[in-house]
């Protein structure tokens, strides 16, 4: 628990919505006894499952189940807090995103990034602008999954043009605010020119996509209207601000590691395993461009330099699979299981592209164990344990590799690594991390998005008015240090 923390002004609660590949989470902080430590707590009161599915032909997120969920999230919380609620933010995972009519509604579900129509507009765009020319604008790491290719994908398709929000800034329009691009969640586009911080003009061009159908790019912590509709009209949401945070997760996450010094780095483990460290300023040499890193915004004017690796993505998928054939498994008696397997004969590639597609993933890591000329492993559920493993040892080592060259490339030398996220969660993973990088590692929230997103939501509301300067990140790291790492359930 954190050190009590000098309550503001208007102690009323604050919410805090994550937009998850997984699951989503409505949580509440409440400054619960001001007078007597003014100490806050933070309690998820709703949480709900989510998962891309097949629609009308393509894999999409199904918005009203999302809509649907948050709005029970956010009447709960409203019943709870009865001294009400001073502030709303949403983060949520990037590159996703909704397009509009003209009345600011969904025109239909979003694709998931996973869906597989980006292979071709990857290969069709790089015929207008190179990867080498796209990593020297925008210092992105070059993945088919980005907002470039998506948007691509749709002029492919020959879908009418239309303005776009990304998933998080969508669902703060439909609860009032007006809609906008926060800056760390527009940096993973990969359409934002790294000098200027601006949308690129040449690369929207390139994807035949219309630059004046992008929305305003503002800071993390910028207020962008209060709470309206039906919600409104709960006595605990009749004053209520709205406020784009980090509203990236991971830019959430590193937001809410309570660490200072220059000698950490950060995973932020899930669906995927984002590793790498905060810089002042981006990195874009021709090294870490060579070696596809990337530099995502953060809070205040900070880097996010690092790279993704495919994480908890694989054993879920294997997990499916086996569940399909009558066999559920539940994570930590995995975990625990594959603890007494005994180290496997090899390593996988985890960022082998293969590994990222839908659908039979313990066929699909039988293929490359083949490949690198290993036996394949016993495919079916009693096996688990040994994919399991695999899976974690073949983790830890990429972890490792990818931490020595952030080392290099920085100059950090580092000594601690926080983890953050649901995947914080699997100690022998942990330990295996430990071994591998030689570094302290240290278990942070697995709701460190949920922290990340409260600190910059305290950090824009002691500010005065509804200003758009920017939240500082001494300011965002404060709050950070004072709020519980420790999140209740309801």
């Not at 980090?246 to 995973?267: E, K």
């Amino acid at each position: 628990m954190a050190d009590a923390a000098e309550a503001p002004e208007d102690t009323r609660a604050l919410i805090a919505i994550d937009l998850g590949a997984e699951s989503c989470r409505v949580s509440l902080l409440r400054w619960l006894s001001p007078a007597l430590g003014q100490e806050p707590v933070i309690t998820l009161v709703h949480r709900f499952p989510n998962a891309p599915r097949i629609i009308d032909g393509g894999l999409k997120w199904d918005l009203e189940n999302i809509e649907k969920g948050l709005d029970l999230g956010l009447r709960q919380s409203a019943a709870i807090a009865t001294e009400g609620i001073r502030s709303v933010a949403v983060d949520g995972w990037a590159v996703d995103y909704v397009r509009l009519d003209a009345q600011g509604a969904a025109l239909a579900d979003p694709y998931c990034y996973r869906d597989e129509r980006t292979l071709a507009a990857e290969t069709a765009l790089h015929k207008t602008v190179s990867r080498s020319r796209l990593r020297e604008i925008t210092g992105v790491q070059l993945l088919r999954i980005n907002t470039l290719y998506q948007l691509h994908a749709d002029t492919l398709a020959e879908a009418q043009p239309a303005p776009w929000l990304n998933l998080p800034e969508y669902i703060l329009t439909r609860l009032g605010g007006v809609p906008v691009a926060e800056w760390t969640n527009a940096t993973h586009s990969q359409l934002i020119d790294l000098e200027t911080g601006q949308w690129s003009a040449e690369l929207f061009a390139a994807a035949g996509a219309e630059i004046a159908l992008a929305p305003r790019i503002v800071p993390p912590g910028t207020i962008v209207g209060k709470l309206t509709g039906p919600l409104a009209e709960l006595p605990a949401f009749r004053d209520t601000t709205l406020i784009a945070p980090a509203c990236h997760d991971t830019a959430s996450a590193i937001a809410g590691i309570p660490a200072t010094g220059d000698d950490w780095a950060y995973i932020s483990s899930g669906t995927w395993s984002l590793v790498g460290a905060l810089l002042d300023q981006p990195e874009n040499s021709l090294a870490t461009a060579k070696e596809n890193f990337t530099n995502l915004g953060a809070v205040g004017g900070k880097t996010c330099f690092h790279k993704n690796v495919n994480g908890m993505w694989l054993l879920r998928q294997c997990m499916d699979e086996w569940e399909q054939k009558g066999t559920h498994w539940k994570v930590e008696d995995l975990v625990q299981a594959a603890e007494a397997v005994g180290p496997p004969p090899g390593i996988l590639d985890v960022d082998d592209p293969q590994l990222m597609l839908v659908g039979d993933m313990p066929g699909r890591i039988n293929s490359q164990l083949q490949e690198l000329g290993l036996s394949p492993l016993d495919p079916y559920p009693s096996n688990a344990p040994a994919f399991a493993n695999l899976i974690f040892h073949s983790l830890a080592t990429r972890y490792a590799a990818v931490l020595d060259r952030i080392a290099a490339h920085s100059g950090k030398k580092l000594k601690r690594l926080y983890i953050v996220g649901g995947g914080s969660q699997n100690q022998f993973l942990n330990r295996l991390t430990a071994h591998k990088t030689g570094l302290q590692v240290i278990q942070a929230s697995a709701e460190s998005s949920t922290l990340g997103n409260f600190a910059v939501q305290l950090a824009a509301l002691e500010q005065t008015g509804n200003s758009t300067k920017r939240v500082s990140a001494a300011a965002v790291a404060r709050w950070a240090s004072r709020i519980p790492t420790k999140v209740l359930t309801a």
